[in-house]
């Protein structure tokens, strides 16, 4: 085994294995750790006795995103433009693999949470198992669904990405699999046959990998008895309305029975940063008519200027009410959806204007397959 402090390396036959090693934070991962993600993927690209990537977590976590922590104590220090580079490498990172010319497939076993859960998404295969938990909590800590979210969840079923993101719900594994988060579901106890069996085969072709899974997959997990999935049409009705507002509104309506998965959903939003709420929907629609590159350099843009904290200081409230002091009670500002004019929320979906900032300059990519160019 070759260890890379907290990226771990198998080697059998023409298979790498990537495992995420840092246990006791959740696998969140620091900018060391995505330098190196983004090291081995290049490297393995372009290295023709690597047929076929598996990615996992060592622990009770696949991944928990990253590292907030740091990036804020580098703000701190005065230095946003230090904590944004875990974002630059991080959405490279997203984009590689979302591009990649060769197969991969990300075991979920345990916690993916905001850029964490997008490291598996944007992958070949995803296997979701019994254990897995999704969740993108990012309008709850004063920031919004980045790292290629709004190119994967404006491609859900009807418009239960919109709801997924703005109410930071969690999924669990069968329920990933349901709304298409989630190519295959393999139980617990078969993860590690499944793995052997991946690298017996030896081979990076995807139908054949797809076969494998299968083998040792559930087709068709039992969803849990109150799942959001079986309120797809409800969900359509109201999130797709245009507004934030209209959305709340449209909810409302709907709660004509006082049913208590529609006002619990409603006293979701009303808890979320107002501001983030309104950025994340108009970046899941604008979403829906943009590639994966795009997505990403938009999302860039609008995680910089929340970095930057010079027009708004929420995501810093934020980390201090849900991580740091944790008394769960943020004081946003603006405080209601009605003092959040457009020209607010106009103002992170441009370049900003700050000396030396530059765009996000994703990789340059070559020779991709259908399915990558298809995401272009």
């Known amino acids: 085994m070759a260890q890379t402090n907290q990226v771990l390396v198998t080697q059998r036959s023409n298979v790498r294995t990537i495992i995420l090693n840092r246990p006791e934070q959740l696998n969140v991962f620091n900018l060391k750790m995505t330098c190196q993600l ?29 590292d907030i922590k740091a990036v804020v104590d580098d703000i701190n220090k005065g230095s946003w433009k230090q904590g944004a580079s875990l974002f630059s490498t991080g959405y490279k990172v997203h984009y590689l693999k979302a591009t990649y010319t060769k197969t991969q497939v990300i075991i979920l ?83 590690s046959s499944l793995e052997d069996a991946l690298c017996e085969a030896n081979t990076g072709d995807p139908k054949i990998i797809n076969n494998i899974i299968n083998n040792f997959s559930n087709k068709n997990p039992k969803l849990k008895e109150k799942s959001p999935y079986y309120r797809l049409k409800t969900i359509n009705r109201c999130f797709s309305k245009r507004t934030v ?75 201090r009410a849900l991580l740091v002091d944790k008394d769960k009670n943020p004081k946003w500002e603006p405080s209601k959806l009605e003092f959040v004019s457009k020209r607010m929320v106009d103002y992170y979906f441009v370049p900003l204007a700050d000396k030396g900032w530059e765009d996000l300059k994703l990789p340059a990519r070559s020779n991709l397959t259908s399915h990558a160019i298809s995401k272009l």
């Open 109 to 191: 076993r345990g916690i993916a949470i905001g850029s964490g859960a997008a490291l598996a998404i944007h992958g070949t295969f995803q296997v979701v198992t019994d254990n897995t938990v999704f969740a993108l909590p990012e309008a709850a800590l004063g920031s919004f669904p980045d790292a290629g979210s709004s190119y994967y969840l404006s491609r859900l079923p009807g418009f239960f990405g919109e709801y997924v993101g703005l109410t930071c719900v969690r999924l669990d594994g069968a329920e990933m699999l349901a709304c298409g988060l989630a190519s295959h579901y393999v139980p617990l106890e078969k993860l």
């Open 245 to 319: 507002e209209e959305i709340i509104s449209a909810l409302k309506d709907a709660d004509k029975n006082m049913d208590d998965w529609i006002s619990m959903t409603i006293q979701t939003l009303k808890k979320a940063l107002p501001t983030s709420l309104k950025i994340s929907l108009r970046s899941i629609r604008e979403g829906r008519l943009q590639g994966i590159g795009q997505c990403l350099i938009r999302e860039y843009r609008i995680i910089c200027t929340v970095l930057q904290g010079v027009f708004c200081r929420d995501f810093f409230e934020g980390y």
């Open 38 to 66: 983004l090291e081995l993927l290049q490297a393995y690209e372009e290295d023709p006795t690597v047929k076929l990537i598996i990615f996992k977590g060592e622990g009770r976590a696949f991944c928990a995103g990253g």
